[in-house]
């Protein structure tokens, strides 16, 4: 079982760049893959990125050439980098750690991009 807690979202002009970063309550290195999905007002929640402990990543094509996941396994932290942000990528960013046959997820961080 791990615990996680997003922090890093807010208000950001399009164009701009926010850094979220989701904290675990013990070692994420034996955690495989780990990931960022995003939920917007109305729609279902979608994935953004995963990575795993070998350091393999994918990406949503809507973010791809954007965003940038990363994760320090000696700080137990995951990271996504977040540039050119456009208001589309307006949500709630969750943070999620795939112990099978589990699912561990934060609590969510908003980030709204104005026009």
């Known amino acids: 079982q791990v615990q996680l807690v997003e922090s890093g979202g807010g208000v950001v002009q399009a164009g701009g760049s926010l850094r979220l970063s989701c904290a675990g309550s013990?070692?994420?290195?034996?955690?495989?893959?780990m990931g960022w999905y995003r939920q917007a007002p109305g729609k279902q929640r979608e994935l953004v990125a995963t990575?795993?402990?070998?350091?393999?990543?994918t990406y949503a094509d809507s973010v791809k050439g954007r965003f940038t996941i990363d994760r320090d396994n000696a700080k137990n932290t995951l990271y996504l980098q977040m540039n050119s942000l456009k208001p589309e990528d307006t949500a709630v960013y969750f943070c999620?750690?795939?112990?099978?046959?589990?699912?561990?997820w934060g609590q969510g961080t908003q980030v709204t991009v104005s026009s």
């Open positions: 999620n750690a795939q112990l099978p046959p589990w699912h561990f």
């Open positions: 013990r070692s994420i290195f034996s955690i495989n893959v």
């Open positions: 990575i795993t402990s070998g350091g393999t990543t």
